[in-house]
């Protein structure tokens, strides 16, 4: 198990492997996924599966997300997915992720504050086209959710 330093800097500690789920309706993309994230030191893959409910059925982990083509395509549930890009999608999860006020979050991810306010705008406009409305930060931590986006509460 790795090791790092404890918080009154003594000794090491060991440190909690950073724990994945990989999502994804290609078989074949996930095992291959899985086989290189096997040997990355500090990670560990915790399951593999389908679609966003099946990873929910995971244990632990953060769900990352694998796609043929098209990243923004439907899940392979029939759930209409909003195609995000890359910064909504760091803006989402940054935000449905934590309590913290947006200037927080904003000053984390390198923005300014106005500019995360309006990926937030665009975002939510996003998932009301798609027939998935999330006017609250409690709705869009759901909608995340439910997109394999970040992990559901344990």
């Not at 500690?13 to 078989?27: K, L």
């Not at 953060?62 to 910064?87: F, I, M, N």
């Not at 984390?108 to 106005?114: N, R, V």
């Not at 406009?125 to 344990?154: I, Q």
Request: aromatic fraction near 4%.
């Amino acid at each position: 198990m790795p090791v790092g330093p404890t918080a009154h800097g003594g000794g090491r500690a060991p440190v909690e492997p950073f724990r994945v789920r990989i999502v994804g309706p290609d078989a074949a993309l996930r095992r291959r996924l899985a086989e290189l994230l096997a040997d990355v030191a500090g990670i560990e893959v915790a399951g593999c599966a389908e679609g966003p409910e099946s990873a929910l059925l995971l244990e632990g982990g953060v769900s990352v997300g694998v796609a043929d083509g098209d990243p923004g395509s439907p899940a392979p549930t029939g759930t209409p997915t909003p195609q995000l890009a890359k910064r909504q999608r760091d803006v989402l999860v940054a935000y449905t992720a934590s309590n913290d006020l947006i200037v927080v979050l904003a000053r984390q991810i390198g923005m300014t504050p106005e500019t995360f306010r309006t990926h937030l705008r665009r975002i939510r406009a996003k998932y009301e086209k798609v027939g998935r409305p999330a006017p609250t930060r409690r709705d869009l931590y759901v909608r995340a959710v439910e997109d394999g986006l970040v992990p559901p509460p344990s």
